[in-house]
């Protein structure tokens, strides 16, 4: 069976296309289609008359991501798969880039990007995931809309925060975790200090969550405030944002319960059963991994969130020795949040940050081991279908341990032991002397091994 490839690089309402074979010769030259229904069309009749021309033939479509604008031709191709010989891809424009520079292209054009995204396809299949259908598509758009509103959010806290800076300071002392529900609340109804210190101290504790002593704190607070904004406009500028970060709130809190009602996946409900994962965690790892199945190990999945280590070792010397954070920022954020989380309910996960906080490591180092850890377990519960079980991790922790006992010698001189006679550098004479010393029978015979001392 011959093999053609497509790629697609797709413009804000348009797109070129190119079909090449596994020779990277161009079959089909470079043609460009509109994004409308004739253009969409134009590509099912064309692809439509190769495969007529070519029978014995599969034909391996691609566009890379460009912000969304791909996604109504990545559409169109998962449908001529049911009546045409053809497999689509969705490509990290990443990886696509770096093939273009290690080929030494200077020119960068529509069409040349269309030939490059073909030629990714033949040069590194591997890295290349073909799926059907996207069966996550509606519950996507719902994650990034929470998403959307989510950062809107924020953005109105942030603006919130500098306007009460200067119209009530002294409330910004109970903010320091974040906003809680009844500052906004107090502010809504007295969004300035010269309101809140004429404000009777029953009226103020009727808030909830705030206490009759709070609420003497706080009206005593906002007679002495120096706010130096006391005017209309400021007032109605609080009141506004408050009521409109509430309204986000309560939108954002029921289109999550929508989600997690709606979300009827067997990978989610298997994430949460560890300690730490909650709905929203589960369904935002599920939708950035996909399927279990497009990493063949623990190392492939650490390496697309990004939290592997990256260390630079030449020569005798070790230089560093951080995580990657390559790729996007939002599935480690929400690995973060989970391991933030997990480090308080979660034993097994708490044991190991104390483990390493108590070794000296500093608390956001060890948060980044707790995150490389929790995304291990993820990836045996996700691959074996199995809940959470701390017992299989203790099993896996002593096989580990067992194989390094056995390594005695190092794989990379299994042809020449260390040779005092080379020219090597000081530091590098003073490693060899550490590994010889810690070879030797006289210097290991400590802790469990060594020998019970007699009684007197």
Known sequence: MHKFYLGADVS???ADFVIIDAKKQPVEKNFQLDDTFEGHCLLYNKLYTFCKDHPDSIIYAAVESTGGYEKNWHHSLVK????????TAHLNPFGVSHNRKAGMKRNITDKISAQN????????PEKVSYQPQDYLASLRKQWGFVKMLTKQSTQLLNQLESVVYNANPEALIYCKDGMPDWILKLLKSYPTASRLAKAKIKSVAKIPYISSERARNLVAAAKKSVACTTDKVTEQLVIATVKQIIHLKKVIKRQSEIMANECSIHEVELLKTFKGISDYSAIGLILNMEAVERFASTKKLASYFGIHPVYKKSGDGTW??????????????ILFMVAMSAIKCNPLIRSIYLKHTQKGMKKMAAIGVCMHKILRIVYGM????RAFDPDIDRRNREKIVQCKADVCRDKNRRYQDYDPKAPISRRQKMQRKERELSHSDKHTKSGISAPVPKAA
């Open 117 to 124: 995204i073909a030629e990714y396809m033949i040069a590194h």
């Open 80 to 87: 001529f798969q049911s009546t045409l010989s053809l497999n």
């Open 12 to 14: 804000k309402g348009y």
């Open 320 to 333: 560093g020795i951080h995580m990657s954070k390559k790729g996007r920022k939002e599935p480690r954020h």
């Open 382 to 385: 996700l691959k074996h279908n």
